[in-house]
Nanobody, 125 residues
Framework: QLVESGGGSVQAGGSLRLSCVGHRFPYNNYYMGWFRRAPGKEREGIAAIYTRSRITYYADSVKGRFTISQDNAKNTLYLQMNNLKPDDTGVYYC?????????????????????WGQGTQVTVS
């Protein structure tokens, strides 16, 4: 139900924009997020947005470099990634859920999210 696109290979300092299309979601009053699984590491949340208020949340590792946004008319979630670093390499997943809220530990709580895309690979060299 969630389909990511936009991954690829890029040199350090470059940019990519990921897209996530949800074909069946209304997206109203959902949290939507981007998670990343780096090689040898646990999946972590890096950016999230509450679709009703558009309040955004970011992991410290991407603050100031990544921007999450939504286009409700297109049922599409975006992740603009600038100044990419080799540590940003990994599989990026789009996720959604009607969570009650996002606490300060949300980045490590991927199991609370029920709707996932298949992932898209980002490689930064």
């Amino acid at each position: 139900q969630l389909v990511e696109s936009g991954g690829g290979s890029v040199q350090a300092g470059g940019s990519l924009r990921l897209s996530c299309v949800g074909h069946r979601f209304p997206y109203n009053n959902y949290y939507m997020g981007w998670f990343r699984r780096a090689p040898g590491k646990e999946r972590e949340g890096i950016a999230a947005i509450y679709t009703r208020s558009r309040i955004t949340y970011y992991a410290d590792s991407v603050k100031g470099r990544f921007t999450i946004s939504q286009d409700n008319a297109k049922n599409t979630l975006y992740l603009q990634m600038n100044n990419l670093k080799p540590d940003d390499t990994g599989v990026y997943y789009c996720a959604a859920d009607r969570l009650a809220c996002l606490g300060s530990t949300w980045s490590g709580e991927s199991l609370k999210w029920n709707y996932w895309g298949q992932g898209t690979q980002v490689t930064v060299s």
